[in-house]
């Protein structure tokens, strides 16, 4: 329990848990927007510091990556069907692939004089904090190493090869069949619009970042587990964020904070086993062993603002090594009704955030079903194989134009274990009435019928995308109490779990032909008094929107590389095309 043992930080020093968790629930609360006022940021863009968005290691040997995932032919609604797509061999080809279908780009935008690119992997503000690293044994074409990916150049940095202590460390997690992939993040970049709630956003971006990775896999045959052991120390250290010298050009905003490790496996998943490589995983001191790194990193910033507080929450929500978690299995559901049989790597790479939607198109129920039924993890199917926590998010729906429901406030609880705290915890005039078709296995319950297309588009700070959809909502966490129990880190992994939700509704909504947005900005406490949330047993961290989206012709798409000469592989000769 908090208070009863002390955890340390990168230097040793003793931290007490209570002001840890203190200082997170500080920064939560501080970092709300309110009706009156909004958190503390610039409040305006200055175009002279605005952050480079590509990291590059200058002078790491550079592997440049093939463009394929065209002839990856499995289809979106096979990648939730355990078995269906045929485990590709893992190779530099198969893991360009994987980079190019997760954080590798999507599209260039242009209008008038500018032009700025998009990602697989959405962004608040496409900002892109994130950065992804690649951590191989010896494979076909790429040396046992450390990489990092530059999404702009399609490219692999070596910033480090692994020592044969270091291979030999490795070798419980990693093998021919697997692989890790590690993210990152430079808060900065955020900050340097969004102030103080910067640190929340680049959360969310780091789960949309697990889910994109986790359904790149996918697309492969391959699955993705989150590695709950490791510390952020081991983290720092395998992916060379502590090394001074490399960072020497750049300032401390600048720099990179550790985030997570996926293991990438060519298995399926099953349950963690702690003789197995996550086992093993806590026990990633690898630092003395990677002796020989290259590569210095880029200045992003020719100047900063200083955000203590986001330095703050980063070293109070700092993760410890710890034993690795068992798996909570998820219990067996109905199998997802089929979706959108179109090619994955099309869906994948087509979603876009909707910038205004037409206030008019509708959903049939079904679809939105369909939609919700996805948020539900099932064992083995992605990317809810890549959490091994039970669900800790819940939504509150505003339901617009759903065909054959009510328009009203909504509630989708993910887990039934939570019913006994949620309910009491909101208002008691409230309905609990189950939508009439609604399957089962949904426990999806009508809490209010009314138009609430002001209300919605009023708690996400006016924007009309949240009225003018099918329907918007609010993710709910279990929020104090994870904190409070499981330690402060889990602010930002339930931050996570938001952005895995959010990427979940993102491709859906591409499935059913229409599209969504992740908004970042609300009215937390707006939010939580439409609910009758009166402490922080629960909190909203992330709101979402779908609906039928209108276009905007004043911007002109390219295609993703067009800038880049770089051979397309003939798809005749490809070894990727599932059956
Ligand atoms: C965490 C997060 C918060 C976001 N918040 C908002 C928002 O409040 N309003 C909005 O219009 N778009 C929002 N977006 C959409 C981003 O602006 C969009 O993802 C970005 O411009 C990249 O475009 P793309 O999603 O089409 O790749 C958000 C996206 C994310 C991932």
Not at 310 to 330: F, H, L, N
Not at 511 to 520: L, V, Y
Not at 552 to 564: E, G, K, N, S, W
Request: with cysteine; aromatic share 10%.
């Amino acid at each position: 329990m908090p208070g009863d043992y002390q955890l340390f930080l990168e230097d040793s020093s003793p931290v007490n848990l209570d002001s840890t968790i203190e200082r997170t629930l500080a920064y939560h609360q501080q970092t709300k927007h309110h009706l009156q006022r909004y958190a503390r940021s610039p409040g305006y863009l200055d175009w002279a510091t605005q952050p480079d968005p590509f990291r590059t290691y200058v002078g790491a040997p550079r592997i440049e990556l093939d463009l394929r995932a065209d002839q990856v032919t499995s289809s979106y609604g096979d990648l939730f069907r355990t078995g269906v797509i045929p485990p590709q061999p893992i190779g530099v080809e198969t893991i360009g692939i994987l980079f190019e279908l997760s954080l590798g780009l999507s599209a260039w935008k242009q209008y008038q004089g500018s032009r700025w690119a998009l990602r697989c992997n959405p962004s608040s503000g496409n900002l892109h904090p994130t950065e992804g690293y690649l951590i191989v044994p010896e494979l076909p074409g790429l040396t046992e190493g450390v990489y990092h990916y530059v999404s702009r150049d399609h490219c692999l940095e070596r910033r480090c090869l692994l020592s044969p202590m270091a291979h030999d460390r490795l070798t419980a997690v990693l093998s021919p069949n697997r692989f890790l992939v590690g993210l990152s993040s430079i808060h900065w970049r955020e900050a340097w619009k969004y102030g103080e709630r910067a640190f929340r956003y680049c959360q969310h971006d780091v789960g949309h970042a697990i889910a994109s990775v986790r359904f790149a896999a996918a697309a492969l045959g391959w699955s993705a587990r989150l590695l709950d052991a490791p510390g952020d120390v081991d983290v720092t250290a395998l992916l060379g964020l502590d090394r001074d010298a490399d960072f020497a050009d750049v300032a401390a905003a600048d720099r990179e904070h550790p985030d997570v490790l996926l293991l990438v496996s060519k298995k399926g998943t099953g349950p963690i086993c702690r003789n197995g490589p996550e086992g093993a995983s806590h026990k990633l001191d690898l630092s003395p062993f990677l002796p020989s790194w290259q590569g210095r990193a880029n200045p992003l910033s020719p100047q900063h603002v200083d955000w203590p507080i986001i330095d703050e929450v980063a070293q109070a929500t700092w993760k410890p090594a710890t034993e690795p978690m068992e798996t909570v299995e998820p219990a067996a559901l109905p199998p997802l009704i089929l979706s959108s049989q179109a090619a994955a790597a099309t869906l994948i790479r087509q979603r876009r955030s909707c910038l205004a939607l037409d206030g008019t198109t509708s959903i049939s129920a079904e679809t939105f079903y369909r939609m919700l039924d996805s948020l539900l993890p099932r064992p083995g199917v992605p990317p809810w194989d890549t959490l091994p926590w039970a669900p800790l998010l819940h939504l509150g729906l505003f339901v617009h134009r759903v065909r054959g429901l009510t328009p009203g406030l909504y509630l989708l609880e993910r887990d039934a274990a939570v019913h006994e705290k949620l309910r009491p915890a909101l208002r008691d005039v409230f309905l609990w009435k189950r939508p009439a078709n609604c399957p089962e296995h949904l426990r999806l319950w009508c809490l209010a019928e009314s138009d609430l297309r002001d209300a919605s588009r009023m708690v996400s700070c006016h924007q009309e995308i949240a009225s003018d959809g099918a329907f918007s909502l609010g993710m709910l966490a279990v929020f104090g109490d994870t904190i409070r129990q499981r330690g402060p880190w889990w602010y930002r992994r339930l931050f996570w779990e938001s952005g895995v939700l959010g990427q979940v509704l993102y491709l859906e909504a591409e499935a059913a032909g229409i599209r969504s947005t992740g908004i970042g900005c609300y009215f937390d406490d707006v939010f939580h008094d439409i609910l009758g949330i009166q402490s922080d047993a629960f909190q909203c961290l992330y709101h979402f929107t779908v609906g039928g989206p209108v276009d905007d012709d004043r911007l002109t798409t390219l295609v993703p590389y067009f800038h880049m000469e770089r051979k397309m592989p003939d798809p005749q000769e490809s070894p990727y095309l599932a059956p």
